[in-house]
């Protein structure tokens, strides 16, 4: 699925190189923070609870912010709207959230789930490592919320209840969940004459698996986790092509920690990368052969085209639902994930043309 191309160096004002992200890494051993040892209530949103991935990853976060002195209580939460008010209300003291929870807190780090803007997971890890480096750290603040760290969840993948919905056209007329707050993916829908529906992280499968909605996004590890291939039936299956990154992001309002903890937290979730996509690549894997269904090379340029044209569409279009999407996208975080694109891919169309990102 992935492809190492040599990249062409692209500068853009106040905001690092390629190749300055590229040099972050390499990662130096963190040294241990100054921290208290009052424990701290650790708010972890997973789907699946205690039992889930997420949460299981970051227990690796939990004993490492250990050794800095640093105790975490984590607190398994199925239902990230209640996560989110919980931390919000200060009975949380830091809170693991999806892009979307990121969104509340940081649109610099909330536009790393742009749609179509991340399509390789080695696209991700250039972006990941680069984030725990001191020369994106102003960015890693806002109203008073600190980012202490991201990590992949998984790439977002279109399920659909036909394997005939394997081109952009094809996806016109069809039914299509859209999580609540996702304005950036109801447009997308819109944009290519598709109906979008409604859903939450705790019913989209449900809308899948009933029959109310034709496709759905999420990573692969919904095809098990939540059942949905109860939803594709015989018929259905993953378009294996990613509409965009979902991660993990954990946040604490500022002076809740050390500013040494801080750094190291960011270094450590870096560090959580190849364990990640070592169970994300497990649960691709066991998604059967012959359910992905795989696109040909001129359709995945048009996907690619196609999901590059909504993000700038978005930037002209003036109906409301199209500036609340507009506004989750930091600008500066557009155009270092444009780079790493052309870093990737260097043929692709934006990489040239005069209207980009």
Not at 63 to 68: G, P, V, Y
Not at 267 to 296: C, G, N, S
Request: aromatic share 10%; hydrophobic share 40%; proline share 4%.
């Amino acid at each position: 699925m992935q492809t190492t191309i040599r990249m062409q160096p692209l500068m853009t004002k106040n905001i690092p190189s390629i190749f300055a992200l590229l040099a972050f890494v390499s990662i130096a051993v963190a040294s241990p923070a100054k921290a208290s040892t009052d424990p701290k209530a650790f708010c972890v949103f997973d789907v699946a609870g205690a039992s889930g991935f997420v949460y299981q990853l970051l227990r690796e976060y939990q004993r490492s912010a250990l050794q800095n002195r640093v105790l975490l209580n984590m607190q398994p939460y199925t239902d990230e709207d209640a996560a989110v008010r919980d931390f919000r209300e200060g009975r949380c003291d830091l809170v693991a959230v999806t892009d979307m929870g990121a969104r509340n807190f940081n649109d610099f780090t909330g536009s790393i789930s742009a749609i179509g803007a991340i399509p390789y997971y080695e696209d991700l890890r250039v972006l990941l490592y680069g984030l725990s480096r001191p020369r994106l750290e102003p960015y890693l603040t806002q109203n008073g919320y600190q980012m202490l760290g991201v990590a992949p969840m998984g790439a977002a993948y279109l399920f659909v209840k036909d394997r005939a919905i394997d081109h952009v056209d094809a996806l016109k007329g069809k039914r299509f969940s859209v999580f609540q707050g996702h304005h950036d993916a109801r447009h997308m829908v819109s944009f290519v004459g598709a109906e979008p529906v409604e859903a939450k992280i705790s019913n989209f499968a449900n809308l899948f698996n009933s029959g109310a909605v034709d496709i759905s996004y999420a990573p692969a590890a919904a095809w098990e986790v939540l059942e949905m291939f109860r939803g594709a039936g015989e018929n259905g299956g993953i378009v294996r092509y990613p509409v965009g990154q979902v991660t993990v992001q954990l946040f604490a309002r500022e002076g809740t920690f050390t500013d040494g903890f801080v750094r190291d937290s960011r270094k450590t979730m870096a560090r959580l990368y190849p364990e990640a996509i070592r169970i994300i690549r497990q649960f691709e894997e066991r998604v059967p052969e012959d359910r992905w269904i795989d696109i040909v090379a001129k359709d995945k340029r048009d996907y690619q085209e196609m999901l590059r044209q909504v993000r700038l569409d978005l930037l002209s279009a003036s109906d409301p639902e199209s500036r609340l999407a507009a506004a989750v996208y930091h600008e500066d975080m557009m155009t270092i994930l444009r780079k790493i694109r052309c870093y990737t891919n260097p043929g692709g169309r934006e990489c040239s043309d005069q209207n980009r990102e």
